[in-house]
């Protein structure tokens, strides 16, 4: 379902995201070709009125703060839960009008309008009326309420969604989304969104870990990681038909995986904190029962802190009391990074190297399509508790098991073939071209793409 639009082409957009945990700026990363210029932070753009500037600061703290204190037991818990319930995903079924606009919608469009929030950004870009995608629905409200000129695009960044994502009048909005599955596409219409305004494309995944239609670097990546996840063969022997017929010559299968002794691990395994800096014991737990396998050069972790200096901190001490420190470097590192454009340009480098991503079912569980399984730590928030459905229902993730115990379960499930039978169901089954399915809408390039099934 990927209507066409009458509007001009233009090859480049305006590319708006937002600083609030990682996940609209890392879609927006990956759209970073078409960007005219740069990606325009909406919250931290260079002129940002200061009354612009404290109203996002107050919204992003306190998102950080409640996400942090998800984690927390019993207050701290109950406080999330409360908050949680005003950002809500409704049961789908039974199919029902869903348009009636809700608080948080009402409460944003009042703000946007009474103090002007984002009003000096759309006026800002107003001059050169390019099409204008965004990342977050607030922008994509601002460029309505203030008459942005030109085609408004909002890509969403989670397997389903609320009605906060959609304006008080959905059938008349100008807003055209770009969803990243066929249940945002049919949650969407319940909304109100016309069929028109609404465009199946996948999740934004950064084309160097790709590598165009074809998907070379994608396929390379995967062949070398299915045969870092299959060291008894147990997959590869029961689907080696099926892995020639989609890899073709690209697949050669070897024999068996490097051996202990051949210089480098055999299993590469990332460990991924949120944006906001929660379960950062989760990763300190993960270190501490995966000891004695970094001790014998079993395995390569990596520790991402992302920009968060303190987790840094804490990692580093914990590897010192374990007695790690020779492993640092060699087959354990702490990843951090001192801005967020360098993360996200480090964060693809590391994945094109990575055999298994732990981390909460954020929009990171999209990333399944890459042929990376993914282990899910303790979803935080309504839309985390459907993305895990949603990977969970491609076969691309599992439910973490006991971190404390992790030096067994883990090489358990690498052992019978489970995770390369993970990897290998989220490539088949989670969209890999949506860049460039969102590209080729924006600027009229043609890519030779199969069209999405509107599976739900």
């Given amino acids: 379902m990927t209507p066409a639009t009458s509007a001009p082409k233009s090859s480049k957009a305006w590319v708006v995201s937002v600083n609030m945990g990682y996940g609209h700026e890392r879609a927006a990363y990956a759209l970073r070709d078409i960007a005219y210029d740069q990606v325009i932070t909406a919250n931290n753009y260079q002129g940002i009125p200061p009354a612009d500037r404290e109203l996002w600061n107050e919204s992003r703290s306190f998102y950080e703060k409640i996400s942090r204190m998800s984690v927390v037991p019993f207050v701290g818990r109950y406080l999330f839960e409360f908050y949680d319930r005003f950002q809500e995903i409704r049961p789908f079924y039974p199919r029902r009008d869903l348009s009636a606009p809700n608080v948080q919608v009402r409460e944003l469009t009042y703000i946007i309008k009474r103090k002007k929030l984002a009003k000096h950004l759309i006026d800002k870009l107003r001059g050169k009326p390019l099409p204008l995608v965004t990342t977050f629905f607030l922008s994509a409200f601002a460029a309505e309420i203030f008459e942005y000129p030109g085609e408004i695009y909002c890509v969403i960044c989670d397997a389903d969604i609320s009605r906060t994502w959609v304006p008080l009048d959905p059938k008349r909005s100008p807003i055209k989304y770009f969803a990243p599955n066929g249940r945002v596409v049919e949650r969407l219409k319940l909304y109100g969104?016309?069929?028109?305004?609404?465009?199946?494309?996948?999740?934004?995944?950064?084309?160097?870990?790709?590598?165009?239609?074809?998907?070379?670097?994608?396929?390379?990546?995967?062949?070398?990681?299915?045969?870092?996840?299959?060291?008894?063969?147990?997959?590869?022997?029961?689907?080696?038909?099926?892995?020639?017929?989609?890899?073709?010559?690209?697949?050669?299968?070897?024999?068996?995986?490097?051996?202990?002794?051949?210089?480098?691990?055999?299993?590469?395994?990332?460990?991924?904190?949120?944006?906001?800096?929660?379960?950062?014991?989760?990763?300190?737990?993960?270190?501490?029962?995966?000891?004695?396998?970094?001790?014998?050069?079993?395995?390569?972790?990596?520790?991402?802190?992302?920009?968060?200096?303190?987790?840094?901190?804490?990692?580093?001490?914990?590897?010192?009391?374990?007695?790690?420190?020779?492993?640092?470097?060699?087959?354990?590192?702490?990843?951090?990074?001192?801005?967020?454009?360098?993360?996200?340009?480090?964060?693809?480098?590391?994945?094109?190297?990575?055999?298994?991503?732990?981390?909460?079912?954020?929009?990171?569980?999209?990333?399944?399509?890459?042929?990376?399984?993914?282990?899910?730590?303790?979803?935080?928030?309504?839309?985390?508790?459907?993305?895990?459905?949603?990977?969970?229902?491609?076969?691309?993730?599992?439910?973490?098991?006991?971190?404390?115990?992790?030096?067994?379960?883990?090489?358990?499930?690498?052992?019978?073939?489970?995770?390369?039978?993970?990897?290998?169901?989220?490539?088949?089954?989670?969209?890999?071209?949506?860049?460039?399915?969102?590209?080729?809408?924006?600027?009229?390039?043609?890519?030779?793409?199969?069209?999405?099934?509107?599976?739900?």
């Fill in 193 to 456: 969104v016309p069929a028109e305004n609404i465009y199946l494309t996948g999740f934004p995944l950064p084309k160097e870990l790709i590598g165009g239609e074809r998907g070379s670097v994608v396929k390379t990546n995967l062949i070398r990681r299915l045969n870092n996840l299959d060291p008894m063969g147990i997959f590869r022997g029961k689907y080696d038909r099926t892995l020639h017929q989609y890899l073709g010559r690209h697949w050669h299968p070897h024999s068996k995986i490097p051996r202990r002794n051949s210089g480098r691990p055999a299993l590469t395994l990332t460990f991924s904190i949120g944006g906001a800096g929660s379960q950062r014991e989760l990763g300190e737990e993960v270190l501490t029962s995966l000891r004695s396998h970094l001790v014998e050069g079993r395995l390569r972790l990596n520790l991402v802190a992302g920009t968060h200096r303190e987790i840094r901190k804490s990692y580093l001490k914990l590897i010192r009391s374990l007695n790690l420190g020779q492993a640092m470097g060699r087959n354990l590192n702490v990843v951090y990074y001192e801005t967020r454009e360098d993360y996200f340009k480090g964060f693809s480098k590391l994945l094109s190297q990575t055999d298994i991503l732990w981390t909460k079912p954020s929009e990171l569980s999209f990333y399944a399509g890459l042929g990376l399984p993914i282990i899910m730590a303790p979803p935080i928030g309504s839309q985390e508790e459907f993305n895990a459905l949603w990977l969970r229902t491609v076969g691309g993730g599992i439910p973490q098991n006991d971190p404390r115990h992790t030096a067994e379960w883990l090489f358990d499930w690498w052992q019978s073939g489970g995770l390369a039978r993970m990897a290998w169901s989220g490539f088949v089954e989670a969209p890999t071209h949506g860049t460039y399915r969102i590209e080729s809408i924006i600027t009229g390039r043609k890519y030779n793409l199969a069209r999405l099934p509107l599976i739900v």
